[in-house]
């Protein structure tokens, strides 16, 4: 049994450092997170607004004609996809194939939040409880230096790995809620000119 718990410890103390290298590069990824979400903020404000007008007045005489309306330029997702869904409005295939293309797309992007949301308390818990064994022994051995290193060890793996997954979950959030928006308008599209086809 002693051999046992030998083997399991040296197993857990030499996970420490791939685990610390683990959390800096999701550190590292949030922070990108948190750049590409402004950037994507400002770019689905003003789509938003367009598509929320645009919409509203969408009708069977005018769907025709939405994409002269939209933005000629940017990368937004949803307004490739509107292009997509106009350009094969003629076959009911080729949009229901346009929509479900748009929601592997939409679960692509998300991806990275829901990673850093569930890795970020993973890595956290392990580097918290990997240091805690040395700490134990060096408070056992009167060796209050050792016991301080592994103690800040372990408070600043846990920080690092509550912050990454809190920036994935709150983004992971705003961008399920725009994926959703985005979902219903284009399925509202293409309802629209499947009935008019089918008219």
């Known amino acids: 049994m002693h051999y046992i718990s030998d083997i399991l410890y040296w197993i857990s103390t030499g996970l420490l450092v791939p685990v610390i290298v ?83 797309a939409a679960a692509t992007d998300l991806s990275s939040c829901k990673m850093l949301a569930k890795m970020g308390p993973m890595l956290g818990l392990m580097g918290t409880l990997i240091p805690m064994g040395p700490a134990l022994v060096g408070l056992s051995t009167g060796d209050i230096a050792s016991m301080a290193y592994n103690m800040q060890v372990a408070f600043a793996t846990t920080v690092v790995g509550l912050f990454s997954a809190a920036i994935g979950f709150v983004t992971g959030q705003v961008k399920t809620r725009w994926y959703g928006q985005d979902r219903a308008n284009l399925q509202f599209l293409a309802d629209l000119l499947t009935s008019d086809n089918h008219a």
């Open 22 to 104: 683990l959390l800096i590069l999701l550190f590292a990824r949030a922070l990108l997170l948190i750049g590409g979400f402004f950037g994507q903020y400002v770019s689905v404000r003003k789509v938003e607004k367009i598509l929320t007008t645009e919409f509203g007045n969408l009708t069977k005489d005018n769907v025709k004609t939405l994409s002269e309306r939209l933005p000629k330029t940017g990368n937004s997702l949803v307004l490739n996809y509107i292009r997509q869904l106009l350009e094969h409005s003629d076959s009911e295939a080729h949009m229901q194939k346009a929509l479900s293309d748009f929601e592997i």
